[in-house]
């Protein structure tokens, strides 16, 4: 398998496998999302197109980074996220970077998105896959975000050494230092409304959850789910 890490900008638009990366903090709070029994998330381009989805889907939760925006109804923070009951729910997320950086690549033949507490089994999917090559797109600061490009690496080593499993430390630590990191950090001394105080920490487990998540397009739209490694094979696209 061979890596090949870009920013969104120079993204193949359908490769062939491509692993969005979004550690700060989109794809982290997607997987505590369905940690905490989300059915699905459906990407949206902009804020307005996820408040139409939420108008015409009653039940449907909308999600938006930054601070809060009327309207909305979950922030893009791991740490906020945990204590909502969301078992069947529909989320609809746009943010800054990751869900941009999804829809780039929509037309990805596998497409996954990922963040440390889903890179094991994210690595395992590649590994069953035995793709050629693999597009790791690294989302935030215009290509060049450290805690991207780290769990990126991280993921292309452990599906590159098979059933072992490289140490995760000196990755988290690259994250741990990253600008995002420190944004966030001093979006909690500031009081922000949108951040969580353990959002960093929470950013930062890895293998957290047995679950990949693939986003497959459905009706026109993008949309996440988890999956099992091993699990049935996610359909083709359409
Ligand atoms: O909510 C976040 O942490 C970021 C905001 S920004 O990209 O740092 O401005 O969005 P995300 O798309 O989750 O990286
Ligand atoms: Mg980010």
């Not at 950086?101 to 990922?114: E, F, P, Q, T, Y």
């Not at 957290?208 to 497959?216: L, V």
Request: contains cysteine; positive net charge.
């Amino acid at each position: 398998m061979q890596p090949v890490f870009t920013g969104v900008a120079d993204a193949p638009a359908a490769p062939c496998v491509a692993v969005v990366v979004d550690v700060m903090r989109a794809f982290t709070v997607a997987a505590w999302a369905f940690r905490r029994g989300a059915e699905r998330i459906v990407f949206a381009g902009t804020l307005e197109e996820a408040l139409e989805l939420k108008a015409r889907h009653p039940g449907w939760l909308a999600v938006q980074d930054g601070e809060p925006v009327p309207g909305f109804d979950l922030a893009n923070s791991p740490g906020r996220l945990r204590s909502h009951d969301l078992r069947g729910r529909t989320l609809v997320q746009k943010t800054t970077a990751g869900t941009v950086g999804a829809l780039a690549v929509a037309r990805a033949r596998l497409l996954l998105c990922a963040s440390f507490v889903v890179a094991g089994a994210t690595a395992e999917v590649l590994r069953r896959a035995r793709p050629e090559t693999v597009a790791f797109v690294v989302t935030g600061d215009g290509g060049r975000a450290e805690e991207d490009l780290a769990c990126a690496q991280y993921i292309a080593e452990r599906a590159r050494a098979g059933g072992a499993r490289p140490d995760p430390g000196p990755y988290l630590d690259r994250a741990r230092r990253s600008h995002a990191a420190a944004r966030l950090s001093d979006g909690v001394r500031r009081g922000l409304r949108g951040v969580h105080a353990e959002d960093v920490a929470m950013c930062l487990e890895a293998d957290a959850f047995p679950f990949a998540m693939t986003a497959i397009r459905e009706d026109g739209r993008l949309v996440l789910r988890p999956v099992e490694p091993g699990g049935p094979p996610s359909p083709p696209p359409a």
